[in-house]
């Protein structure tokens, strides 16, 4: 999710729907689709995000659920 909302996630969005993929829809839920659909995750992570940045997040979901983390 991260990663999707970035400036990175945003032009593999667009690179995808260029060559024949699905438009991006970054920040909008498409009618009849679902909330976590877009380029996917990177195979490495970008320079401005560790693990330790990703394991904060996971802790954050872990302790209070998904509404509490996003809020």
């Known amino acids: ?3 999707g ?3 990175e996630g945003a032009a593999a969005a667009r690179a995808a729907a260029a060559s ?3 438009p991006p ?3 909008m839920v498409p ?3 679902g909330f ?5 995750a990177p195979a490495a992570l970008p320079a ?3 693990e330790s940045d990703v394991d904060f ?3 954050e979901f872990k302790r209070t659920g998904f509404t509490g983390a996003l809020n």
């Open 1 to 3: 999710m991260l990663f």
């Open 5 to 7: 909302a970035s400036g």
């Open 20 to 22: 024949g993929g699905a």
């Open 25 to 27: 829809s970054l920040g």
């Open 31 to 33: 009618k009849g689709g």
């Open 36 to 40: 976590l659909q877009g380029p996917g």
């Open 48 to 50: 401005w995000l560790s």
């Open 57 to 59: 997040y996971a802790a």
